[in-house]
């Protein structure tokens, strides 16, 4: 499954993340993956993607196409080939909407389960697909992260445009979720990325909990990576740390970013897809100084 595609050019950080432009054969498109901490790895799922989240630079040019299964799965054997550790537990959290690709998607989890199991982040869109996600006799993942990022209509449709509403969303949730066993809900989280000026006030920010509270998951609260593609940013750290407190205080259970998902070369909303055989491409030009 190798020959399906070929890693063109790698980045690595002090950081310790390791980001390759993986080129397409078919096509001559390419993607992005990344290596987290030597042993986590994740892939892309569509070439660009069609939610075309404002902040996010792996949608700014839209989408071009879906990834094959032999493509998932190039990405990830193609970096463990060129590794000295075997690849742990992988993420389809790259460029692209996962749901969007879902059969796809569903059959390279599946296959993973046994050697590097997988895990997922979506917007949630179709609501259809996050449903069979969700049962309990659904594709087997290693983890199911749902972005949310909002706790208000005006403000999800702002940042999350080709995303589902929240009202449908959290009813699907509250639905789904006490129906799950204890094991499948450990495996359930919602996500929040903090940006600046647009989701980070208290009244936004009690919204959301409301909203959470009720379905007990854990919340990823994520710190905002820049990109060039955005004029959007983040907030300082004392900010971000005083919005952690006060979900704390409104009853969730929050984890703050890792320092992976944190660096300039491949944190989160950094990746990018290209779609012709730009040979002359520097994979340090698609997100900030690396």
């Not at 190039?74 to 879902?102: C, F, K, M, W, Y």
């Not at 049962?135 to 749902?146: E, F, V, W």
Request: net charge positive; charged share 25%.
């Amino acid at each position: 499954m190798i020959s399906a595609a070929s890693i063109e050019r790698e980045v690595a950080s002090p950081g310790g993340n390791r980001r390759f432009v993986v080129r397409m054969a078919s096509d001559g498109a390419a993607v992005e993956s990344v290596l987290y901490r030597g042993d986590t790895l994740c892939v892309s799922s569509q070439v660009g993607c069609g939610v075309r989240c404002p902040f996010c630079a792996s949608g700014a040019s839209g989408v071009a196409r879906n990834l094959t299964l032999e493509e998932l799965f190039a990405q990830r054997d193609l970096v463990a080939a060129s590794s000295d550790r075997p690849i742990a537990r992988v993420t389809v959290s790259g460029a692209g909407e996962p749901l969007h690709n879902h059969e796809v998607v569903a059959a390279f989890v599946d296959a993973c389960r046994d050697t590097s199991p997988a895990s997922v982040t979506t917007t949630g869109a179709p609501l259809v697909h996050l449903a069979r996600w969700l049962a309990q006799d659904g594709p087997r993942h290693n983890g199911l992260t749902i972005s949310v990022h909002a706790g208000t209509e005006d403000v999800r449709a702002r940042l999350v445009p080709k995303g589902p509403a929240l009202d449908p969303l959290f009813a699907l949730l509250n639905d789904a979720i006490p129906r799950a066993s204890r094991k499948r809900k450990k495996k359930i989280a919602l996500a929040y990325l903090v940006i600046g000026g647009q989701n980070d006030h208290d009244d936004e920010l009690d919204a959301f909990a409301a909203r959470a509270r009720p379905l007990d998951l854990f919340v990823h609260l994520y710190a905002y990576n820049p990109v060039p593609t955005s004029p959007h940013r983040g907030v300082d750290r004392a900010r971000y740390e005083a919005i952690y407190q006060r979900l704390v205080d409104r009853g969730l259970r929050v984890r703050m970013s890792s320092k992976a998902r944190t660096e300039d070369n491949g944190g989160c909303g950094t990746l990018v897809a290209l779609r012709g055989a730009r040979r002359g491409y520097d994979a340090r030009d698609a997100c900030a100084t690396s």
